[in-house]
């Protein structure tokens, strides 16, 4: 008897077989399951409004529109124009002021008048960077020996007679007060060579940078000889040859006469630890220290 195959029963629709993820497939299916959050920014913090005042000023000063010694508007306008208190507009000139680009008068004839440029400001940076111990004493004394080494080969290629005359006569002034026994006024005839030599190089910039560091120098030498008496040997006689060699534009004999000076100088100055102290660095200026 032969067997008979058995009946076979309706058939159900085959299952699609699954494959395994791929990495790539799972990182794209969590990201489409996960629920899109809202883009974070952080927030604008806008200028304050004495500062946008600072700058509307410094834009005219830039374009040329205000000039040195222009008076701005009377207080009233002037904060009327731009849409603010009267209060934040002073609170704006204030610090204009400080930063030496007005000068505040009050009176009749009074008001905010543009200044022409306070060179000194560049002093009060340098003491403030020495007093945030930004920069060190000493890296301001070697700065000085460097600066006045371009000052001089400058002032070599660029010093005209009337440069050549104011040295000679501060060179004489220093002269009368050595033989009069008056050190510190010696000192301040110092102070007053290095501004004629710097203007001697016909580049402002220099010449800011150069009073910058030459400042606070002084005042260590101030100090030194107002507390020990002691005093440059053979001053006038080193002054006169740097003069000779400026005058003859040999620029290798006054870079070298410059630099022998100076770096006797910071040999007597380093002989005291006291003398080049940060203190003195930071003091007020004396009675006898003229700016």
Known sequence: MIAMPPKSS??????????????????????AAATPGPVQFSPIHTRRAFEEICERIREQLALGVLKPGDKLPPERDLAQQLGVSRNVLREALRSLEMAGVLRLRKGVKGGA?????????????????????????????????????????LACANARHSDFEALEANIERTDLATGEGRLLDRVECSREFYKLLASATGNKVIAVIMDSVTEIHMR????KVASSGAATPRLVEKRRQFLSALRARNVSAATRL?????????RVLEQDPGAMSLHVALAEVQPGMRR
Request: proline letters at 5%; aromatic letters at 4%; hydrophobic letters at 45%.
């Open 220 to 223: 260590f030498v101030y100090a």
């Open 258 to 266: 410059m630099r022998v000076h100076l770096e006797s100088v910071q």
């Open 113 to 153: 008048f543009i200044q022409t440029g306070d060179t000194s400001r560049m002093n009060i940076v340098m003491r403030d960077m020495l007093s945030l111990g930004t920069i060190s004493v000493r890296e301001l004394s070697l700065a000085r020996i460097h600066v006045l080494d371009l000052v001089v080969r």
């Open 10 to 31: 309706p058939r159900s629709p085959a299952r699609p077989r699954l494959l395994p993820l791929t990495r790539r497939d799972r990182a794209v299916d969590s990201r």
